[in-house]
């Protein structure tokens, strides 16, 4: 949690002996007020400043705290408000709780339980958004997988050829000792790939001999429409110019922009060799799997035309070294399966 001098607590209270003491109680424990005494002077301090938590007096000499609590809830849904009333007043307090009040300081008041008052609400606060935060990335995952899931259906041939291409991506990016984030991004970038190739039609897909002119042509627009699809989900905005970029050649004779050498993004630059070299370790419709040396010789053998020959020498070493067959796990492998323990 954020420490105390960053947190910010909005005092609405128009008895001055009130509004003194837990003012002062407040930033005795190092947060910072401000302080409104009526009902127009909060609304105005909320729409000039975010705050983590409102504390406001049920009454007000302009109206009262509900109408802020109303306004609260109507664009800062998840800041903890805390409600000042009298005991008697037990009609308002279920109007309060109906409209979104976190918790409520009784008059007369023990000024001593107010810390504890606030610091269960930013923890309660806290929690929720973290919590939010991974049904969000759950619900991602799972749409990765159904989009996935359609695309392999389409092509027996390409079954599980996502996962296997995001895993040595991921193999690649630790060996670049890339961050969490970044590793991520790189994984989803190598399992969406060939998103693209939903909307190919199946004869083009499927077919075992050569493609015609406007065939392959069709076959090439793959990494733009993929793009597209995926740069319309807002997570996924940086993993957009990865999958447009997968078919670039470091020589600069790929599709679709015809990028050259450093001005294809890495991880496109990374994607380009681990999905060619599973490509030809894998069964297609148009040849048979071929071994790992075989693989790896043809990347070499277009090192600095087709691929990045720096990165094509850090693959082709990880893959001849011994520990080569301790593929990584994936992060989404692992969010998944948090997903399930959760769901028993
Ligand atoms: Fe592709």
């Known amino acids: ?169 991921r193999l690649v990016g630790e060996a670049l000792h890339l961050s969490d984030d970044d590793l991520f991004t790189l994984e989803l970038s190598a399992l969406l790939h060939d998103i693209g190739k939903i909307g190919m039609p199946d004869s083009i897909l499927n077919k075992t001999s050569s493609l015609e002119e406007m065939e392959y042509k069709t076959a090439k627009e793959h990494p733009v429409v993929g793009s597209r699809i995926v740069g319309k989900i807002e997570e996924l905005r940086k993993v957009s110019a990865n999958i447009r970029h997968h078919h670039e050649r470091f020589d600069g004779n790929g599709y679709p922009d015809g990028l050259a050498g450093e001005a294809i993004p890495l991880f496109a630059r990374i994607l380009s060799i681990v999905d060619a070299y599973e490509s030809i370790v894998s069964a297609r419709s148009y040849h048979a799997p071929q071994s790992t040396e075989k693989a790896l010789c043809e990347l070499e053998k277009n090192s600095g035309t087709q691929f990045d020959p720096e990165l094509v020498a850090i693959f082709t070493k990880l893959m001849r070294s011994d520990d080569t067959r301790r593929v990584p796990r994936l992060q989404i492998e692992n969010e998944l399966a948090d997903d399930d323990i959760k769901e028993v």
Do not use: W
């Open 1 to 169: 949690m954020k420490p105390a001098n960053e947190i910010k607590i909005l005092l609405v209270e128009d008895e001055r002996v009130a509004y003194r003491s837990i003012m002062r109680m407040l930033e005795s424990h190092g947060y910072t007020c401000v302080g409104a005494t009526s009902l127009a002077d909060a609304k105005n301090r909320l729409r000039n400043s975010a705050q983590d938590l409102v504390i406001s007096d049920i009454t007000l000499p302009d109206g009262n705290g509900l109408d802020l609590l109303k306004e609260v809830r109507n664009y800062l849904i998840d800041t903890p408000f805390v409600m000042i009333t009298a005991s008697e007043k037990k009609g308002l307090i279920q109007e309060a709780i109906r409209l979104g009040a976190n918790d409520f300081l009784t008059k007369p008041f023990h000024l001593d339980n107010l810390p504890t008052i606030v610091e269960r609400n930013l923890i309660r606060n806290k929690i929720n958004h973290l919590h939010n935060r991974q049904q969000k990335v759950s619900v991602l995952i799972r749409t990765i997988q159904a989009l996935i899931a359609a695309l392999e259906a389409k092509d027996s041939y390409t079954s599980g050829h996502s996962m296997r291409v995001a895993r040595h991506a």
